[in-house]
């Protein structure tokens, strides 16, 4: 061909969806570029068609510290690509950890004494379960796989080279249209005791990042292989390294929590008002929801034990109602948060964070839109930006509980 024909490509450029994609995984996980990448990576791939047959789509070991977002990236995938993260099935290794413990995940051999009652949890069927006309792809996640069975550890090797799965009464599972996720938090604790010198402190920031950051990859790589066997290793297409969540990152985290919450408010049949965090407050959760050695592992808890217990014996009590906004403060003398309305709200025009690709989705939310101003608690209270009446909002007669687990 001459060169005058030669139309020269992009391989880099990835499709719309693709982008989507990224941008969707991006407003729910903070930081940890390197999964995100991988995530989309093999999304990508999958939707091109061109994974290997006869294997899994990808087999991913994500390592690092505990409360860095390991399993939540899972579960965020599993809500933008099919509106609910229980479109993860997830295997908690720790559950498994005696080889007879394996007929829970596959079924004991008829004929069996409680062959009955036992209900695979990896069948053909739970893992079809969430697929939709536009997307086939299964996730899968084995969460601390450090815990797992020598019968489990078997199982499992099958299932990273040939995708396919025999249950208890020899069933086949195809697990090649499946995403093979494993966490392990191995190597964990040597990465916050680089990370705090040893002494329970961190680092003085003067230490250059990049070289704190190559040094966690090397801690979590080398523990995985010392405990892992090479013919383990050898079966995972990508290891990705989860990196501790500096405070500001920790922040962003708790922002993202905290719009998860007021979601919940909204999504509540009386408790359609917006609640707004002076800066003390909010530090004071991150005080006590994260910190170095647990990442932001126990900030779900903060939230729920300072913020939406309180609200809803607030809601509960009459206290607060539709169209209230409510200031959430810090106070010092009787160190807690204390609560206060501070005038009607005029919001409540929202739309959902609309799931991706899936339209089964859409009705999950009973239909209604929600967007929540963005940041809306990031800053403190600033003044209602319109001054419309709120909208009686028709209530989803649903409650989503699944975005707060
Ligand atoms: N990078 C992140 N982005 C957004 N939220 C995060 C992130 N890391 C942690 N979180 C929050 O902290 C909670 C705990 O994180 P997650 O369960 O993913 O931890 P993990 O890395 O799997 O830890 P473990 O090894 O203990 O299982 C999540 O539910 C989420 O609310
Ligand atoms: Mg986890």
Redesign the pocket.
């Known amino acids: 061909m001459s060169a005058a024909h030669m139309q020269h490509l992009d391989p880099s450029r990835r499709s719309a969806e693709s982008g989507e994609f990224e941008t969707a995984l991006r407003r ?5 570029d390197e999964a995100v990448g991988a995530l989309v990576d093999i999304y990508q791939v999958f939707r091109a068609g061109l994974h290997s047959p006869g294997r899994p789509v990808g087999n991913l070991l994500f390592l ?1 510290p ?8 899972v579960e965020a995938m599993g809500e933008i690509l099919f509106g609910d993260p229980r479109a993860v099935i997830k295997v908690d290794c720790a559950e498994f950890q005696h080889s007879h413990e394996i007929a829970k995940l596959i079924g004991s051999p008829p004929g069996y004494l409680g062959h009955r009652e036992t209900h695979p949890l990896i069948t053909q069927e739970t893992l079809s379960l969430y697929h939709t006309e536009n997307l086939k792809l299964s996730l899968l996640l084995f ?2 796989i450090e815990k797992a069975s020598d019968a489990l550890w078997q199982l499992l090797l099958g299932i990273l080279d040939k995708a396919t799965l025999t249950l208890g009464d020899n069933r086949r599972v195809d697990l090649s249209q499946t995403l093979i996720f494993m ?1 392990s ?1 191995l190597g ?1 604790s040597d990465i916050s005791t680089l990370m705090t010198g040893g002494l329970g402190f961190v680092q003085p920031s003067d230490k250059p990042s990049d070289a704190m950051d190559t040094k966690v990859e090397r801690t979590a790589t080398e523990a995985a292989k010392r405990k892992f066997s090479p013919e383990f290793m050898n079966r995972i297409d990508k290891v990705v390294v ?1 990196h501790p ?1 500096r405070p500001e ?1 920790l922040e962003k ?1 708790l922002d ?2 905290l719009d998860l919450v007021q979601r919940r408010v909204l999504d509540t049949a009386r408790g359609q008002f917006v609640f707004r965090l002076t800066r003390a407050a909010r530090e004071f959760l991150l005080r006590e929801g994260t910190d170095i050695k647990y ?3 126990h ?2 808890r903060a939230i729920e034990r300072h913020v939406v217990y309180p609200l809803a014996n607030l809601l509960s009590t009459g206290q607060i109602m539709v169209g209230d906004i409510l200031s959430i403060d810090w106070d010092s003398a009787t160190q807690q948060l204390s609560f206060a309305r501070t005038g009607e709200s005029t919001l409540v025009t929202l739309a959902p964070p609309a799931p991706l690709f899936a339209t089964q989705a859409i009705s999950a939310w009973g239909g209604r839109s929600i967007e929540i101003p963005a940041q809306a608690n990031a800053r403190e209270a600033q003044a209602p930006a319109s001054s419309a009446p709120p909208a009686p909002a028709p209530v989803a007669a649903k409650r989503r509980h699944d975005t707060q687990r």
């Open positions: 729910k996980i903070v930081g940890q690092g505990t409360g860095s977002g390991k399993t939540r990236i969460d601390e966490t938090n964990g989860f969540l990152q985290v993202i929590e990442g932001a592992r900030l779900k």
